[in-house]
Each structure stands twice: as C-alpha cells, then as structure tokens.
C-alpha cells in the first residue's frame, strides 16, 4: 500500500501502560465512524505497514485508546509513538453530494465567480489555524480559504471548484 491510495486518519501520541496500548489522535471530523475499523497503516521510514486492531475504545478530544494484535508490551510500542496513522481511500465513510474530502479537491479547476477560471488546484494545506487551497496562478502560489462565503460549490464530477475570493487577495500575491 501507498500513501497515494492513503488517507492520514491521525498519528501515534503516546504509550499508554505496560502492555502495548497506544493512544491515538484522529484528525477527523466524525471519529465515531472509525470506532470498527480491524487495521490500519502505520507509517516507519517512509513505508505504511499494516497493523490489525485487537481493540479501540473512545477517548474524549478525537482519542482512542488502542492496541495492535501481537503488540503486548510497552517496548514493542515505544517506537511507534510519532508515527502517522492511514486508512486506504476506500475506507473513507460516503459523503453527501454537497460535501467533499480535501483530497479530492487536487486537480481540480479554481473558478472565481468575477474573475472566471484561475488555476489548477496543486496541493490542499490542512493546517490547524486554516485550510488551504494552493493553486498556481500566474507563476505564483495563491492561497485560498476553505470557508464558506469564499468556496461556493464543488462539483465533484466536473473537477471544477467555485469560488467567491475576497477583494485584493491576487493582488496580495502578484504584487512584488
């Protein structure tokens, strides 16, 4: 498996007692929907291995307490404390038309309502203060808000994102 089939789900926070339990952290925005889930992807040096879930309990603040089948002490565990967590893309829980991951965002065509179409988006910046679009305009890196009143609509299908950018913000970028 490949990050490229992946999705981040979370990462490794800590050890949690002697006997191979780990607490989880999802970077998600339902964690409910990931209480069943049997493996995952734990990535070491740049490689997602495989990990089978012997049990995840639900902790407050998008935490889980887990533990890994055959991992039953604290020394097989230690290393994996800092390590990203992934699910294959398939995994992902069905959205509504309406609603749509970050990932699937990438390639699509950035359309400003007054401006017409602007760019390709490259890369989605989900930073803990904001998320971002980053899309090439010009020969330069504009950064959208992902934010209601600025995306309007994505059509999933058509590739295409519709938009509303604020006053001056390609200007912010193309003045040198």
Do not use: W
Not at 108 to 118: A, K, P, S
Not at 151 to 171: M, N, T
């Amino acid at each position: 498996m490949n990050k490229d089939n992946c999705f981040l789900l979370g990462h490794i926070a800590k050890v949690h007692g002697l006997q191979g339990e780990l607490m989880l952290v999802l970077d998600v925005d339902y964690p409910e929907d990931y209480e069943e889930i049997k493996h995952l992807f734990v990535e070491k040096n740049n490689r997602l291995i495989p990990f089978f879930v012997e049990h995840l309990v639900p902790q407050p603040n998008n935490r889980f307490l887990a533990k890994f089948e055959e991992y039953d002490h604290v020394d097989k565990v230690k290393d994996l404390v800092g390590s990203a967590l992934y699910l294959p893309l398939k995994d992902l829980p069905e959205l509504e038309d309406d609603q749509y991951y970050f990932h699937e965002l990438v390639g699509c065509q950035v359309i400003d309502e007054e401006r017409g179409e602007l760019g390709v988006v490259k890369v989605i910046y989900d930073l803990e203060t904001q998320d971002l679009i980053g899309m090439e305009y010009q020969e330069k890196e504009v950064l959208i808000p992902i934010q209601e009143g600025i995306i309007q609509k994505v059509d999933k299908a058509g590739k295409k994102v519709f938009c509303r950018l604020p006053e001056g913000l390609l200007d912010i970028y193309l003045n040198e």
